[in-house]
């Protein structure tokens, strides 16, 4: 699924052939979100940091300061984790996520 260095990393220094990888596969990694907020309680109780956008785009309104505990909107305190680390767990409307498709390839 994620490509292998390209010709137009070989003029690079190792250094930063390796940097301009590494930021490519990041952003593979990302668009594989499709930011449902199924993963931030978006068909339960959500987070109270949880914005849908009116195209129906969930956004984080606290995204640089996530990982840490909050509440939900009814109240509840958890603590938001990277994705990553939940990916071997589950959650309502988890069979949609791109992450746990991308994970399971
Ligand atoms: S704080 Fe965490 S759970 Fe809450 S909206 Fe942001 S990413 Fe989602
Ligand atoms: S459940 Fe998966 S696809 Fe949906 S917002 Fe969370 S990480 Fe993105």
Known sequence: MFSAPGPEDAALSDEQGYARWLSAR??????????????CGALEDPCQHLFMTPEGRSCCLVYPARIGPHRTVAGKLFTCVHVRQKLGTSWPGDEHCGYKKGAAL
């Open 26 to 39: 990041q952003g593979d990694w990302e668009s594989l979100c499709r930011h449902c907020g199924a993963c």
